[in-house]
């Protein structure tokens, strides 16, 4: 297969390409225990390599950019709170 494919690395190199091209993917854990026959989720970490590209789009995906408030939603809560406070 890898002649015919004109790659030249070993097979385990396939198989770890393969696992952390899943892990990146988003492939439930599950599913790809199941797919690599792994028993064990420390197997499976061992053989996932998630790519520095992909952890940076992960962490830019929180996206700190705060909300706009919506005021209607804002008039709402502040309508409850200042109905249900008491002041002594």
Avoid: Q
Avoid at 27 to 45: D, F, K, N, Q
Avoid at 50 to 62: D, F, G, N, Q
């Amino acid at each position: 297969m890898r002649k015919k494919a004109k790659v030249e690395c070993r097979w385990h190199d396939l198989r770890h390409t393969v696992c952390t091209k899943m892990a990146e993917a988003g492939v439930p854990e599950s599913t790809m225990l199941a797919i690599m026959g792994h028993m064990s989720r420390a197997m499976l970490e061992r053989y996932s390599h998630i790519r520095m590209h992909a952890k940076r789009e992960a962490v830019e995906a929180l996206n700190f950019t705060p909300a706009k408030p919506n005021l209607n939603e804002a008039a709402k809560v502040s309508a409850k709170v200042s109905t249900s406070a008491t002041l002594n």
